[in-house]
């Protein structure tokens, strides 16, 4: 199984959920995470993510990163979306329906949260960044349950 974790820049929510997907799941699992846009490409994760990922024990610190690219389409089996704009954008680079079913919202699978978005950190502080780490805990947890079931 092979999931992308997608937000806009690669260096706060997606890395996070990376960092914590790939926590959760068996090794013979690829888990890889870009953005929607490239202003960030080649840095390493935020270090507000860095330093909320390591509270919980996990390092993301070696992350870089990346825009996503039409061989993600293909290679990838789930595209995840951290919120609306994002997975709008994604679902109009895919190229057919095989890779448009491929897109989700990341935390569609947790239910309670339907239709809801990751909140972007960005712009907010370490208290906004642990509150955006428990609402991706808890969507890796929905989405791992779902492949698991499915598989
Ligand atoms: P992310 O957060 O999409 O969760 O990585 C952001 C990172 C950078 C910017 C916006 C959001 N930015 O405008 O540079």
Redesign the pocket.
């Known amino acids: 199984m092979k999931i992308l974790m997608v937000?806009?820049?690669?260096?706060?929510?997606?890395?996070l959920a990376e960092g914590i997907m790939k926590s959760k799941v068996p090794e013979n699992f690829l888990v890889d995470s870009a953005?929607t846009?490239s202003?960030?490409e080649g840095e390493h994760p935020?270090k507000r993510a860095v330093k909320t990922a390591s509270g919980h024990g996990i390092d993301i610190s070696r992350q870089r990163?990346r825009p996503i690219t039409k061989a993600d389409f293909e290679n990838f089996d789930k595209i995840y979306c951290?919120d609306i704009d994002?997975y709008e954008e994604v679902v109009s680079q895919a190229k057919n329906e095989a890779e448009r079913r491929k897109v989700s919202l990341f935390l569609e699978p947790a239910g309670d949260y339907k239709n809801a978005e990751v909140p972007?950190?960005?712009w907010g502080d370490m208290k906004d960044f642990e509150e955006v780490f428990q609402l991706l805990d808890k969507g890796c947890d929905a989405i791992r349950k779902q492949i698991l079931q499915s598989s």
Request: charged share 15%.
């Open positions: 937000c806009l820049g690669n260096i706060c929510r997606s890395p953005g846009i202003m960030h935020d990163s951290m994002v972007d950190p960005y």
